[in-house]
C-alpha cells in the first residue's frame, strides 16, 4: 500500500482544533466561520473570474437560472434517477 502524502498546514491545524472538546454552540460557529471564508474566498475568485471575462451582474444572474447540465444515463441505456425517459 503507498505511503499517505503527509498532511498539509491546513489539515494540521484542524487536527490541533478537533482534539478540543467543544460545547455544540461553539462548534456550530467554527463550522460557520470556516463556511464563510470559503464562500468568501469561492466569491472573490467568481468575481475575478467575471471581471477577466467582462461578464456584467446581468449576465451572472441568467446563468444561475440556465440549466447546462448534461443528460446522464447508466450503462443500460436508463435515464439516470431524477431523469425522465424519451
Known amino acids: 500500500m503507498p505511503a ?3 498532511l498539509t498546514n491546513l489539515q494540521r491545524e484542524l487536527l490541533d482544533l478537533f482534539a478540543l472538546d467543544l460545547p455544540e454552540d461553539e462548534l456550530r460557529e467554527v463550522k460557520r466561520l470556516l463556511a464563510r471564508h470559503f464562500a468568501e ?3 472573490a475568485g467568481f468575481d475575478a473570474f467575471a471581471d ?7 449576465d451572472t444572474d441568467r446563468w444561475a437560472y440556465e440549466h447546462r447540465r448534461a443528460s446522464t444515463s447508466y450503462g443500460d441505456g ?6 425522465h425517459g424519451s
Open 41 to 43: 474566498k469561492a466569491t
Open 52 to 58: 477577466e471575462h467582462g461578464l456584467s451582474p446581468e
Open 78 to 83: 436508463a435515464p439516470a434517477p431524477g431523469e
Open 4 to 6: 499517505a502524502p503527509p
